[in-house]
C-alpha cells in the first residue's frame, strides 16, 4: 500500500468520523428541541387558569390549612405565659371556685382577638363555611362566567405533566450518552 492509498483510506475514515459526529450532533439537537418543546408544554399548562371545579377543592385545602394554623396558634397560647403565667402553671382556682363553678375565662378566646375568628371557624366547621362559599360563587358566578372550560382539568394536568417529566427525563439520559459519543470520538483524534 502506497501513501496515496493510505491517504485516501485515512480521508475516507476521517469523512466516516464527521459523518458520524455530525450525526451525533444532529441527534443531540433533536433530543434538546424535544425538550424545549416539552417545557414549553410543561409551563403551558401550569400558566393556564382553573376550572371552578378544580378552583373549589384549592378552597377547600386553604380553609383547612387556616382552621389548623389558627387552632395551633390557639393551644400554644393556652401554654405561652398569658398575663404572666401559662395556663398549664395556674391554679385550680383560676379555673373554679372549689364547688363546680367555673370561673369565667379567656379559655376559648380566639388567638389575638377578632382578627382569627374567621380562622377558629375554619378549623371547627370547615365544611359549612366551604359549602357556603362555594354555594354563593357558583350562585354569583357559576362554572359559565368562570369559564375556562377549554383547558383540562388538574387531574389530567398532573398526568400529562408526569409524562412530560417522565420524557424528559429520558431525554436527559439521552443527551447525556450522544454527548459522551461525542466528546469520546472528538477527544481521540484531538492527542
Known amino acids: 500500500m502506497n501513501i496515496s492509498n493510505s491517504l485516501t483510506a485515512l480521508k475516507s475514515a476521517m469523512a466516516t468520523i464527521d459523518k458520524r459526529v455530525e450525526e451525533l450532533k444532529a441527534a443531540l439537537s433533536a433530543v434538546h428541541q424535544e425538550a424545549a418543546e416539552l417545557r414549553t408544554a410543561k409551563a403551558a399548562l401550569l400558566d393556564a387558569p382553573l376550572r371552578l371545579s378544580d378552583f373549589s377543592h384549592y378552597l377547600m385545602d386553604s380553609i383547612q390549612q387556616q382552621g389548623e394554623g389558627v387552632a395551633t396558634a390557639w393551644a400554644r397560647e393556652r401554654f405561652a405565659p398569658h398575663r404572666g403565667q401559662s395556663y398549664a402553671k395556674r391554679p385550680w382556682s383560676e379555673f373554679e371556685r372549689g364547688n363546680g363553678t367555673p370561673v369565667s375565662g379567656q379559655m376559648v378566646s380566639s388567638v389575638k382577638g377578632d382578627a382569627s375568628d374567621l380562622g377558629m371557624l375554619c378549623f371547627l366547621i370547615p365544611e359549612v363555611i ?62
Not at 362555594?134 to 387531574?155: F, S, Y
Open 130 to 191: 366551604y359549602g357556603k362559599l362555594m354555594e354563593r360563587l357558583q350562585a354569583v358566578v357559576g362554572e359559565d362566567k368562570w369559564g375556562n372550560m377549554e383547558h383540562p382539568t388538574i387531574e389530567v394536568r398532573r398526568e400529562q405533566i408526569a409524562k412530560i417529566d417522565a420524557r424528559l427525563e429520558e431525554l436527559s439520559q439521552r443527551a447525556a450518552e450522544l454527548n459522551t459519543e461525542i466528546g469520546e470520538i472528538t477527544s481521540a483524534f484531538s492527542r
